[in-house]
């Protein structure tokens, strides 16, 4: 899948509030950190995992399903296995009539629930990761990926 940066900006820039579908309550996992690292540029993440329902993280409650938030959501982000979106999908579209993305982590991928959620006009991001994507849009990204905070005249 390609997508244009001004595509990938434009999503990352109109988003507000992220449900993370899978997310972990492990800091070393990248859920987590992915998680955390959304909730630090100023969007309001929703955690998702049913083997943590209840539990606090990063000042939400964990949610056991997509159905269990009573805000509105305008990203879906997806950390579960390919064959696990298709049910997530669905769901995220019932329960989000003004859903805006559904984004599919790095090696997630699924092309029938991806058109299921086009034809509805959602945006569908598969096969990459928002902290990633808003490091390397937003100039946070330095040389050999790192936000070295110094960039060297003498290379």
């Known amino acids: 899948m390609t997508y244009s940066d001004d595509h990938l900006k434009t999503i ?3 988003t507000k509030t992220v449900a993370v579908v899978g997310v972990s309550l492990n800091p070393v996992r990248p859920s987590y950190y992915v998680a955390r690292y959304l909730g630090l540029k100023g969007y309001k993440v929703i955690p998702v995992n049913p083997g943590h329902a209840g539990k606090l993280l990063f000042g939400q409650t964990v949610r056991a399903s997509l159905s269990d938030i009573d805000t509105p959501v305008d990203m879906v982000d ?8 298709p049910p997530i999908v669905e769901e995220a579209l019932e329960v989000f009539p003004n859903l805006k993305t559904i984004w ?13 959620a086009e034809a509805r006009g959602v945006d569908v991001i598969m096969n990459r990761c928002p902290k990633i994507e808003y490091q390397r849009l937003f100039g946070e990204l330095r040389m050999g990926g790192f936000n070295t905070g110094v960039i060297s005249s003498k290379l």
Do not use: C, D, N
């Open 12 to 14: 990352l820039t109109r």
């Open 78 to 85: 997806i950390f579960r296995r390919s064959e696990a979106v």
């Open 104 to 116: 599919m982590q790095i090696g997630v991928e699924h092309a029938e629930a991806a058109a299921k």
